[in-house]
């Protein structure tokens, strides 16, 4: 007997005694499709076939073509078109017994495709250079334990800690040298009143010699004038700056200028 999928037109050779009477649900091993099948009758007329329920397929799932031969269709649903082909009607196998024929094998696995071999040649070069590189980075990041560290110092070498960097009283003692006085510890006594008379000479020159030259340019204010036209403002405005400086020190000392 030929059962045939009503999805898929699937074509299934089962031995009509498998088949009962009063038909039997049968799935379709390719596409997963249920569907009833009416058995033969007694008398030897079909029975009408059933009516399909209005459920939604079941998604097809693609299997090995050695696991479609191997399983046996199960008890499904038939659809309202669906026929069987070819004499009488014979009654299904049952799904708890073994298929005696193998289903037609589903659409075939699409073939890997083949790499180019000049793409294949760039990706081999690309894992090449990054294994090399990491192989790199891994070689620099294991030297850096030779960076001249130097480890932590016993503390047994220097019991005293850092009593032990203090020099010693007396090394310090026997490098000085002692300074030769010739009276007493007065040696240095001419050079501070050496020093005392430079500087009290220092301070007393210098406001002299600033008299001077300040008494010299008064006088000498109007000839200057005369022989330098341009400087003769400044001149007048300096000479006449002393000139109320004399009259204030004048009525300051009850002196008539």
């Known amino acids: 007997m030929r059962l045939v999928c009503p999805n898929c037109t699937a074509q299934y050779e089962v031995d009509a005694s498998l088949l009962p009477d ?6 379709c091993s390719a596409c997963s499709t249920v569907w009833f099948q009416p058995g033969q009758a007694k008398d030897g007329t079909m029975p009408p076939p059933a009516q399909k329920p209005e459920a ?22 038939p659809r309202p078109d669906a026929q069987t082909s070819d004499g009488p009607s014979q009654p299904p196998q049952a799904a708890s017994q073994p298929d005696t024929a193998a289903p037609e094998p589903a659409n075939p696995a699409p073939a890997a495709r083949s790499l ?20 790199q980075e891994a ?3 294991e030297m850096q334990e030779e960076l001249g560290l130097f480890g932590p110092v016993e503390g047994s070498a220097h019991p005293r800690g850092g009593a032990s960097r203090l020099p010693d009283i007396d090394d310090i003692s026997s490098t000085l040298e002692p300074i030769d006085s010739g009276r007493g510890g007065q040696s240095g006594l001419p050079q501070t009143q050496s020093a005392r008379k430079r500087s009290f000479l220092g301070g007393l020159i210098l406001p002299i010699g600033l008299a001077c030259i300040m008494s010299a ?5 109007p000839m200057l004038a005369q022989s330098l036209p341009a400087l003769d403002a400044p001149l007048g405005s300096y000479v006449a700056l002393v000139d109320k400086a004399r009259l204030a020190v004048a009525s300051l000392i009850g002196v008539a200028p």
Do not use: H, I, W
């Not at 009063?22 to 799935?27: C, I, P, S």
């Not at 180019?116 to 192989?135: G, I, N, Q, W």
């Open 116 to 135: 180019d071999p000049s793409v294949a040649e760039v990706l081999r070069k690309e894992a090449e250079f990054e294994a090399a590189k990491r192989a």
């Open 217 to 221: 340019l008064y006088l000498a204010a």
């Open 139 to 141: 070689s620099s990041l």
């Open 22 to 27: 009063e038909g039997t649900e049968v799935q």
């Open 56 to 77: 939604a397929p079941r998604p097809s799932r693609p299997q090995p073509d050695g696991q479609q031969a191997e399983r046996s269709p199960r008890p499904a649903r």
